[in-house]
């Protein structure tokens, strides 16, 4: 018991397709019976360096040792006892509950039937908290945490009986109801009293401080302290992303802000509720956005901000409730009496572009009736269209290079440069500076906000408080499908709003 | 995109695909220079092979471009052989339903409703894929399986003329017939017209606003949408497209060459326009090319079968091998994304 059982040093990742160093020389312990989390913001490097541990992703540097034998690769990671149950739930949907649990290393009658009996009697004694009867339901019938306690179960009858193993879960609770939640730290706890190590990727930061033993945070793929229980919330948010950042705003926008005028609004939202089967993700909610006013979203994108840039985009309809433009028309991507809002999508690879496209595909996607003639595309104009916008942004490409070639940060340029090209009265971005270098994000938050000063209506939505401190002018906090808080941006202090979207009530 | 690198994994399909076929002939034949001369050369020995040869590939080009624009919408259309069958099917019971008509009209009427039958059927699929989501790869299939066995009995019960000796249908009346280009050879002005849809539906695709939206659609369905173009058009719209060029390729059979609906004529034509359209890398303009060739191929194995021992069936391996390596380089190009 002297030496800790897992133990990760100095590991390093760097996807070569967009050079973004996604962990930065980590190091880090864990003990048998431990609870041990992991915290930060989105992109900080949580999941690439759960994914190096259970050896899905190869690391460019840097070791991990379980009880002190160093591990390579998935399989080697799986025969040492590190199992992983994944953000997204792995598992088949057309198989019942009890095929996925025992997946590929089903217990056999004869060497070739399932056993059934043998399956189900290892569940009731290994994991109670799945109940008998779901087990021979088909995956596609769950819940969403239905999915996640079976997946969780999964990873656990995995685990070596003999010996100290390694649990990695991530996000165990996401997307699961008060009682799940309960019955998985639950589970948590128990896994952890029986000796084996759990790993906890979380960014509910109130559940993390109250069951973890210690708690890591990583920020920009970096380890930045790891606390031992007691941790208070405010503490860690403090630390996931400090709140000494200089924001940066151009003191003539501000004056160009000032001269607006009050009042008239872009997009009304009345009564706007959505959920994803019996799970609400947007709770009744009632609010304008004001046209010449950059509204900044901020909030965990499971708690209501992936649901809210559906909805604002027009992707999806919401369940109830309306949402209209100042003109009485609804939002859709196409339609008669609808508005296409220009729109950049967190989703910016299967949704925001063509990757088989080239760039001059995508940057005429939007306004290819414009640059058209009596249906023939105006090949000049198409061209000199995607030049402006190669050169309104600096897109690292030519016009004719497949939009495969581009690294991520060029993708969110051309989406941005054909968005705003397009000059919406409604703009909706999801997490406006993805990938960008400094230089390029103040010249996108510019052009975000010359759009709000010329009239149109701008919405943000970011889990970076940060970013959305910078470019907005008035903060929306969302937390589990609500208004949290809807403050002036002066008036928002910057911990204080990453409390509430954390889901602390004292901030 | 390299035109040059991504035709590489066509010209070598075909380069086995030949290798086996002279394999074959050398190692089954008893007079394997003789059967490689049928083969390859007998193909541009006189007129009838020559002009022949031309014709198939060009009923050939008609349905590939067919497939290229079921293909090039993101859609997989297998029941294209139905829809070509069928459509001749429909095609020779107008002509025959209406023997009066003057001679241009009734080729024109006679092709339009080939080209109406298959749109029809391939468009059954596309709404049913856009209505309830079902995959068009399998009811395409399914729909043209269905159809043909009922064509079938049309054609040997109440479409047969007793009087010949074929399972077959009465003639098309002469003056629907397209005018032969080289005779003795079948080849006629379908030909021609089949290069003109090849090259209007080049630049269709890459030209104008809708292909763009057809070409953003196979690319990126949700992006497409994103970016507001219709779905429903493009899948609907896009296969009825397809379904019409394989009926019409029906059609211009009955009209070009058959004259009547003969049981089983055109079957296998479907199956080898996926390889035309493979080996052009979904290029209509390359498909002139790779119809050529296969026509060409197809062409070799008949005369060879005539002139020589070699059977049919080995002209058919031929084919088949050019197929298997030619989707196989595109499941692995698609597997590598």
């Known amino acids: ?507 | 995109m390299n035109r040059q690198q991504s035709l590489l994994p066509s010209v070598v399909a075909v380069a086995i695909g030949v290798a086996v076929a002279v394999g074959l002939l050398v190692v089954g034949s008893r007079d394997p220079a003789q059967s490689l001369r049928a083969y390859f050369v007998s193909p541009f020995s006189n007129r009838f092979f020559f002009g022949n040869m031309l014709s198939s590939s060009g009923y050939l080009l008609v349905a590939a471009i067919g497939i290229i624009v079921a293909f090039r919408a993101g859609l997989y259309n297998l029941g294209g052989d139905g829809q070509i069958y069928v459509g001749a099917l429909v095609a020779t019971y107008v002509a025959l339903a209406m023997p009066g008509l003057p001679a241009p009209v009734g080729t024109l009427v006679l092709l339009t409703a080939s080209a109406a039958t298959g749109a029809l059927m391939a468009a059954a699929s596309g709404a049913a894929k856009h209505l309830w989501d079902a995959p068009e790869i399998i009811t395409s299939y399914l729909l043209s399986a269905a159809l043909i066995p009922v064509a079938d009995y049309a054609i040997a019960g109440p479409l047969r003329d007793p009087s010949r000796s074929l399972l077959a249908s009465a003639r098309i009346p002469s003056a629907y017939r397209l005018s032969r280009l080289l005779p003795p050879s079948e080849l006629n002005t379908s030909a021609l017209v089949a290069i003109a849809l090849a090259i209007a539906l080049f630049a269709w695709i890459e030209r104008t606003t809708r292909g763009y939206e057809l070409r953003m659609t196979g690319m990126n369905r949700d992006f497409a949408a994103y970016v507001g173009i219709s779905r429903a058009g493009y899948t609907i719209g896009a296969l009825a497209v397809s379904g019409a060029l394989h009926g019409l390729s029906g059609g211009l059979m009955i009209a070009g060459t058959f004259h009547a609906a003969v049981s089983g004529f055109s079957l296998g034509i479907g199956w080898n326009a996926i390889a035309v359209a493979l080996v052009a890398r979904l290029d209509p303009l390359l498909a002139i090319g790779s119809a050529l060739l296969f026509g060409y191929l197809e062409a070799g194995a008949r005369t060879a079968m005539l002139q020589t021992d070699f059977t049919f069936q080995l002209g058919m391996v031929v084919q088949a091998v050019i197929l298997f390596f030619v989707t196989g380089s595109v499941l692995i190009r698609s597997r590598r994304r």
């Open chain 1, 1 to 507: 018991m002297d030496h800790p059982l897992l133990v990760l040093e100095s590991l390093s990742k760097t996807y070569p397709d967009n050079g973004v160093r996604a962990v930065d020389t980590c190091s880090l312990t864990i003990d048998r019976g431990e609870i041990h989390a992991i915290v930060g913001d989105n992109g900080a490097g949580k999941s690439t360096l759960m994914h190096l541990v259970s050896g899905v992703i190869a690391a460019d540097q840097g070791t991990v040792t379980l009880c002190g034998e160093p591990v390579h690769g998935t399989a080697d990671s799986v025969a040492h006892g590190i199992v992983m149950s994944y953000q997204t739930p792995r598992l088949v949907d057309e198989l019942t509950v009890l095929e996925n649990l025992f997946l590929g290393e089903e217990p056999r009658r004869m060497h070739v039937f399932f056993d059934r009996r043998t399956a189900t009697d290892r569940v009731a004694t290994l994991a109670p908290i799945i109940p008998k009867r779901m087990l021979n339901r088909r995956v596609r019938t769950l819940s969403s945490g239905q999915r996640r306690i079976a997946s969780l179960v999964a990873a656990l009858l995995r685990l070596p009986t003999d010996r100290p193993g390694v649990i990695i879960l991530d996000e165990p609770t996401e997307a699961t109801t008060i009682d799940e939640t309960e019955q998985i730290v639950d589970v948590i706890r128990h896994t952890a009293s029986g000796g084996h190590a759990v790993v906890l990727v979380s960014h509910r930061l109130q559940e993390v401080a109250s069951i973890a033993d210690r708690v890591t945070v990583m920020r920009a793929g970096r380890v930045v302290a790891t606390m031992t229980s007691p941790v208070s919330v405010s503490n860690l948010a403090r630390l996931m992303a400090p709140d000494d950042r200089p924001t940066s705003r151009p003191a003539v926008l501000d004056d160009s802000v000032a001269a607006r005028e009050p009042g008239g609004y872009g997009l009304r939202l009345v009564d706007v509720s959505l959920s994803d089967g019996d799970r609400p993700l947007l709770d009744a909610i009632t609010l304008e956005l004001r046209s010449g006013e950059v509204t900044g979203f901020v909030g965990v994108r499971e708690n209501g901000i992936e649901a809210l840039e559906l909805l604002l985009s027009g992707t999806v309809r919401p369940a109830s409730g309306r949402i209209t433009t100042a003109n009485g028309r609804s939002i859709a991507p196409r339609g008669r009496e609808t508005l296409r809002p220009g729109y950049v999508p967190s989703d910016r690879t299967t949704r925001g572009s063509t990757q088989s496209g080239t760039v001059q595909d995508n940057l005429i996607a939007v306004e290819r009736r414009r640059l058209s003639r009596r249906g023939i595309i105006d090949t000049v104009a198409a061209q000199r269209h995607a030049q402006s916008c190669i050169r309104e942004l600096g897109i690292d490409a030519q016009a004719n290079w497949s939009m495969r070639q581009l690294s991520g940060g060029n993708v969110q340029k051309c989406i941005l440069a054909r968005e705003l090209a397009a000059s919406p009265g409604v703009l909706v971005v999801s997490e406006p500076g993805w990938g960008l270098d400094s230089t390029t994000r103040s010249r996108v938050h510019a052009q975000l906000r010359r759009v709000a000063a010329e009239g149109g209506t701008v919405a943000v939505l970011s889990t970076d408080v940060d970013e959305a401190l910078e470019l907005a002018d008035r903060i929306v906090a969302l937390h589990a499908g609500r208004i949290v808080a809807d403050l002036p941006v002066g008036k928002a202090s910057r911990s204080a709003i990453a409390r509430l979207v954390a889901g602390d009530p004292t901030a």
